[in-house]
């Protein structure tokens, strides 16, 4: 497998500041990472925006919830085999540990996630 040196910014509730790590860096923590790996132009991301924000009100800290743009990280996007989207990808201690392609709803989601949370 390819790896590629994405930087994902985020910000931390707790202050103003972005963080910028790489995505090797990210989800390799003990901390379960949801991507959400989406595009513009995709009618069922844009149903799935307020369902990601709702999970990640509820899950709080307990997990970090990213989103990629297929469309602005293409090369990125084939390597991780993303034929669709939205898919949506758990990672924990650096490998992937559940995958949904298309949309889910959000209590799935968040059972999904709280799986993975130790």
Request: aromatic share 8%.
């Amino acid at each position: 497998m390819l790896f590629f040196k994405l930087v994902i910014c985020y910000r931390k509730k707790s202050n103003s500041m972005t963080n910028k790590v790489s995505f090797k860096e990210l989800i390799n923590g003990e901390k379960p990472v949801l991507v959400d790996f989406t595009a513009s132009w995709c009618g069922p991301c844009k149903a799935m925006a307020p369902v990601i924000e709702n999970v990640k009100k509820s899950i709080g800290s307990k997990a970090t919830i990213v989103k990629i743009d297929i469309d602005n990280n293409a090369q990125f996007a084939t390597s991780m085999g993303i034929t669709g989207v939205p898919t949506f990808v758990i990672f924990k201690n650096g490998k992937e540990q559940w995958r949904q392609v298309g949309m889910i709803s959000g209590t799935q989601l968040q059972s999904a996630l709280e799986k993975h949370t130790a």
